[in-house]
């Protein structure tokens, strides 16, 4: 009996069949993952987020298995050749590899040396030896010399006999799959450099005598070894098992051999039949198993890349805002000036001005008083200065600007960049923000995403933020796809204030499409402020379904209907009235009251819509209306007096923001243009199998420095306060093979803008890395890392970036 869809994905996720069956048909109704997950508890009986993620993914993947498994037996059946036995095969085929096996022999292909032969009458000879090698080879293949049928003397019937029988072994499905899995136990992934390329491609030197099992090949390795196979510096190998000291058949051989019944016994036709089984491995089946295991080593490794790009984005996205604080926004520069944009509590942009502190102008006391008019003026209480060239020297700036003026009562941060320049020159911002020049909009993001990361990270294209690694070897639709579900859970999970939302952010919600978004605008633009969640239904084609998927992640602060501001959704309204109905007051008076609110039971309140998860869920969200999810806002203190890579020393204890996780380590910002690395092995005493596990994009840390390498820019950090600076750093210097390729590539761009400027030459300091004008055209998506020119560094190891700072 073959087993559903559904009972498969129940299986795998360890949940009921009836579970799975509601949230697919949830899903194919068009419902979203974040609506199921927060609204339809009861339906799905409390599947969370992530394991809808995972069933909306294998449903994807096994629905493209039945139409791939409906296609092959019609094919089959076409060819006259589907038996109930072959067709029971395919039906219990229960992946996209095994199906194909089974259909190879099957599949339209042109014509070969096998066809070829058989068309000539060759296979009774073929079958014949198999079956009886007591037969001599040459006299039995006498028989079938045809000059009319191109077979010109025995040795090519043969040869014709040959293709026959290779083509038949490599087509056996279950010896096929018997044989990739063992390969993959196995087998190991080899690396050597191309004869000549040894200078040229020395970024890659880890791997020019290089090999490990596959089963031990950790993502980044794989992506950097395709890489440098892809730039002709390396020749990569998929050996079947460790090189054998000792001459003779591999056990695949013997293996293959076993399978048909070929054995040396002393026959005539033995050493032909061993001959063909293996020129049969050598030729076809090894060949075949390469190319499946390759593409199997790539899928991990790009799914294992867009995880850490995903995880790294989500913990992005959901750092902490600053809030609704007016702020000050510093976009630097040395020749074209400072950036400046303030934009008040709500992000509306109040003032804009350019200010030369800098070399060549040194204009730096009568940019102070500006920076201080500015403040005083529109109330700022926080300065946001851009990570990227002469971030260091503004960020001085900026703390000169807080001591001579005490009063003004600022605090500065220091905020990434990356993407920046994507927004500036995008169609919404021309949109948003007409009047500005492009320059000055970098300044107005950088300040605005100190407010709010979320709700201006959601204008940037996810892939140019740049927090993955190797982001431009990996399959597009997969990464996108990936990153996109982040962004949606991100944006439904904290919620959006639907009179404030940009076009982008409320793309993002639940049920709103791009076109609705604008609709949504242009009637807030048309109409004033929504007053309701119910007036959302009078937006041109927003309509019941999509009103039902958006309605609970919208927020209307100061409504007509205090419940508009929670995540209560407007279908549970009811639930709320009888609550306070219960205890004789309002609903008004019932928000916030947590007294009242933990002494009703809800089990009073379940009805036949609304279940106990429901009910619970409306009482923990009354007692804290409109929560935020996301962290405190805090900051970290660069020390002050180490500025540059040049003012570290081993045993120095700062602190720092971590601006991106690898699967080997953690960059953290310490504030001198170069970020550190803690590798792996120095995040805990104890093993850490996934640096995420310690630290997330945006934590602020405490680093020792354990080793400096001012030459090649290099900055080795633990995170393990006491060990010893200076030693083997366990924790700061990369493994064998994380040197020359495994660095997180974090850049942004289209592969057609990667090169130039796009972090700087040497090492990546952040007043090289290019820029618009002075700083090169830099578009600073690619920028490597939020908070993270070391990231550049990174990437120049690692053989992403040339000794000039050119993108490879």
Not at 187 to 204: D, H, I, P, T
Not at 455 to 465: G, T
Not at 641 to 664: P, R, Y
Request: hydrophobic fraction near 40%; aromatic fraction near 4%.
């Amino acid at each position: 009996m073959t087993t559903s869809i559904e009972a498969r994905i129940a299986e795998e996720l360890g949940v009921r069949e009836r579970q799975v069956k509601a949230a697919v048909e949830l899903l194919d109704g068009g419902s979203t993952v974040p609506f199921i997950a927060r609204y339809r508890k009861e339906a799905t009986e409390m599947l969370d987020d992530a394991q809808l993620r995972t069933l909306e993914e294998r449903l994807r993947y096994l629905r493209e298995l039945e139409d791939r498994r409906a296609a092959i037996l019609d094919s089959v059946r076409e060819q006259g050749k589907l038996t109930e036995e072959l067709e029971a095969r395919i039906r219990a085929a229960d992946t996209k590899a095994r199906l194909e096996d089974i259909y190879l022999p099957f599949k339209p292909k042109r014509r070969t040396k096998a066809q070829i032969a058989r068309e000539a009458g060759l296979t009774p000879l073929a079958e014949g030896l198999l079956s009886d090698p007591s037969v001599e080879p040459t006299a039995a293949a006498a028989a079938f010399v045809d000059a009319d049928k191109g077979v010109a003397d025995a040795g090519a019937a043969l040869e014709g006999a040959r293709a026959i029988l290779t083509e038949k072994f490599s087509e056996d499905a279950d010896l096929i799959g018997e044989l990739r899995e063992r390969m993959w136990g196995r087998g190991r992934l080899a690396a050597k450099v191309r004869e000549g390329q040894e200078e040229a491609g020395s970024k890659f030197a880890d791997y020019f005598d290089f090999a490990e099992p596959f089963t031990a090949l950790p993502s980044h390795r794989v992506l950097a070894m395709l890489r440098g196979e892809k730039e002709d510096v390396l020749s990569l190998d998929l050996e079947p098992e460790e090189p054998s000291e000792t001459p003779g058949p591999s056990s695949y051989e013997g293996i293959v051999a076993h399978r048909f019944g070929v054995a040396d016994r002393g026959r005539p036709g033995d050493k032909w039949l061993q001959d063909t089984v293996r020129w049969a491995w050598r030729t076809r089946i090894l060949v075949h198993l390469g190319i499946d295991l390759r593409l199997r080593l790539r899928t991990a490794a790009e799914d294992e890349a867009v995880r850490v790009f995903a995880a790294n984005l989500r913990d992005l996205l959901l750092a902490a805002p600053a809030g609704t604080r007016a702020t000050l926004g510093l976009d630097p520069g040395f020749r074209t000036g400072v950036k400046v944009a303030v934009v008040d509590a709500t992000g509306k942009v109040v003032a804009t001005d350019t200010i030369y502190p800098h070399v060549p102008a040194n204009k730096w006391d009568q940019a102070l008083d500006r920076l201080a008019r500015l403040a005083k003026q529109h109330a700022v209480e926080l300065v946001a200065i851009g990570n990227g060239t002469a971030s260091r020297e503004t960020d001085k700036l900026a703390a000169e600007l807080l001591a001579k003026h005490p009063e003004l009562n600022l605090t500065k941060v220091m905020v990434s960049e990356a993407g920046a320049s994507v927004y500036s020159a995008s169609a919404f911002a021309s949109q948003e923000l007409p009047d500005l020049d492009v320059s000055l909009r970098g300044a107005v993001s950088i300040a605005r995403r100190l407010q709010d990361p979320l709700a201006e990270l959601v204008k940037i294209d996810p892939k140019s933020i740049g927090v993955g690694q190797y982001q431009h070897d990996l399959a597009e639709v997969k990464l996108s796809r990936s990153l996109d579900a982040v962004v949606e859970d991100c944006v439904n999970g904290v919620g959006v204030d639907v009179n404030t939302a940009s076009t982008p952010l409320l793309s993002r919600v639940s049920g709103i499409s791009s076109g609705l978004a604008e609709n949504i605008v242009a009637h807030r633009d048309a109409n004033g402020p929504f007053r309701s969640r119910k007036a959302l239904k009078d937006v041109a084609r927003l309509g019941p379904k999509a009103y039902e998927q958006c309605a609970g992640f919208l927020r209307i602060r100061g409504g007509d209907d205090p419940l508009d501001s929670s995540s209560v959704h407007p279908e549970a309204y009811p639930v709320v009235r009888r609550m306070a109905k219960s205890t004789g007051g309002q609903v008004a008076a019932l928000i916030g009251d947590t007294g009242t609110l933990r002494s009703l039971r809800a089990g009073d309140f379940v009805d036949e819509t609304f279940g106990l998860p429901t009910v619970t869920d409306i009482l923990r969200e009354l007692e804290k209306p409109g929560r935020d999810p996301r962290p405190a806002f805090k900051t970290a203190t660069f020390k002050e007096g180490v500025e540059k890579i040049g003012d570290l020393a081993s045993g120095m204890i700062l602190e720092g923001v971590v601006t991106n996780v690898a699967a080997f380590g953690a960059f953290v910002d310490i504030g001198v243009h170069q970020d550190g690395l803690v590798h792996v092995s120095a995040m805990s005493r104890t093993f850490v199998k996934d640096p995420r596990d310690v630290v997330k994009p945006g934590d602020v840390v405490k680093v020792k420095v354990m080793d400096v390498d001012i030459p090649r820019k290099r900055i080795s950090l633990t995170l393990r306060l006491d060990d010893e600076a200076g030693a083997d750093a366990q924790g700061g210097a990369p493994k064998r093979g994380e040197r020359g390729g495994d660095r997180a590539d974090r850049g942004g761009r289209p592969p057609q803008q990667r090169q130039g400027g796009g972090a700087g030459g040497g090492g990546g300091r952040r007043s090289e890395r290019g820029g618009r004008d002075d700083r090169g055209g830099r578009d600073r998506s690619s920028a490597p890392a939020p908070g993270n020119s070391a990231m550049a560094d990174a990437l120049r190891k690692a053989g992403l970036l040339g000794e000039g700072g050119k993108r490879k």
